[in-house]
């Protein structure tokens, strides 16, 4: 599967953006899905998942409450809605697909396919 990340760019503290991956294929409800941000001279860290039906969802303890993840299979699109935005959330964002649960979802080797990335900042 192919994925294509979209929806980044800047916005002042206290904003929101909605990012979105689209996926190629005709396979994409048998994919969970991740979101994961890289802050530069940091790791990639995990931020949040969603179950193969969308009925599932995991937050990383410092968005919860502020970021929702969603999908359409019927669109084959992942979405992260990201409210009250903080600087600190500035990274690039990139989405993920998950084939086979091992156990480990908040781990970037849990996950088979990436995208490219997009780029989120966040002004103070």
């Known amino acids: 599967v192919q994925l294509q990340a979209s929806g980044g760019g800047l916005v002042q503290a206290g904003g929101s953006l909605r990012l979105s991956c689209a996926a190629s294929?005709?396979?994409?409800?048998?994919?969970?899905m991740g979101w994961f941000r890289q802050a530069p001279g940091k790791e990639r860290e995990f931020v949040a998942r969603?179950?193969?039906?969308?009925?599932?969802?995991w937050y990383a303890d410092s968005v919860k409450g502020r970021f929702t993840i969603s999908r359409d299979n019927a669109k084959n699109t992942v979405y992260l809605q990201m409210n009250s935005l903080k600087p600190e959330d500035t990274a690039v964002y990139y989405c993920a697909a998950d084939r086979f649960y091992s156990g480990t979802y908040s781990q970037v080797a849990e996950y088979d396919y990436w995208g490219q990335g997009t780029q989120v900042t966040v002004s103070s």
């Open positions: 294929g005709r396979t994409f409800s048998s994919y969970s």
């Open positions: 969603i179950g193969r039906s969308g009925g599932s969802t």
